[in-house]
C-alpha cells in the first residue's frame, strides 16, 4: 500500500505561480511512477504530468506544457509540481497519484494509488 497526501494548492492570481507537493508513505515509493491529475467541477479528472520512478523521463499534457514542471524526490518520498503562468482555466482540485507501470500512462484508470486532492483556484 502506498499513501498519498497532496499541500500547497490556494489561491492565486493569473499570472502567478504554484508548487504542489505530495507526501508517499508506505511501500518503496521509489519503484512506482507518479502523476498529477486535476478535476475541474463538472468536467472529468484529466492528466497533468507524470514521471518514471527513475526520473529520467517526465510527461505532460498539451495544456500545461512549458508552464508546468513535475519533479520528484525520491530520498525524501515527494513528488512536485511547479505551476507558473497560471491560467483560470487550471483552476481544478490536483490529485497526486502512483501507478506500478514503470512507464506512467496518461490514463487515470491505470493508476493504483490516490491523494485526498488539493485545490488550486486561478483568479482572472
Known amino acids: 500500500q502506498v499513501q498519498l497526501v497532496e499541500s500547497g494548492g490556494g489561491l492565486v492570481q493569473a499570472g502567478g505561480s504554484l508548487r504542489l507537493s505530495c507526501a508517499a508513505s508506505?511501500?518503496?515509493?521509489?519503484?512506482?511512477?507518479m502523476g498529477w491529475f486535476r478535476q475541474a467541477p463538472g468536467k472529468e479528472r484529466e492528466f497533468v504530468a507524470a514521471?518514471?520512478?527513475?526520473?529520467?523521463?517526465?510527461y505532460y499534457a498539451d495544456s500545461v506544457k512549458g508552464r508546468f514542471t513535475i519533479s520528484g524526490d525520491n530520498a525524501k518520498n515527494g513528488l512536485y509540481l511547479q505551476m507558473n503562468s497560471l491560467k483560470p482555466e487550471d483552476t481544478a482540485v490536483y490529485y497526486c497519484?502512483?501507478?506500478?507501470?514503470?512507464?506512467?500512462?496518461?490514463?487515470?484508470?491505470?493508476?493504483?494509488?490516490w491523494g485526498q486532492g488539493t485545490q488550486v483556484t486561478v483568479s482572472s
Open positions: 514521471i518514471t520512478w527513475s526520473g529520467f523521463s517526465t
Open positions: 508506505g511501500r518503496t515509493f521509489s519503484t512506482y511512477a
Open positions: 497519484a502512483a501507478t506500478r507501470l514503470r512507464v506512467p500512462p496518461t490514463n487515470r484508470y491505470e493508476y493504483n494509488y
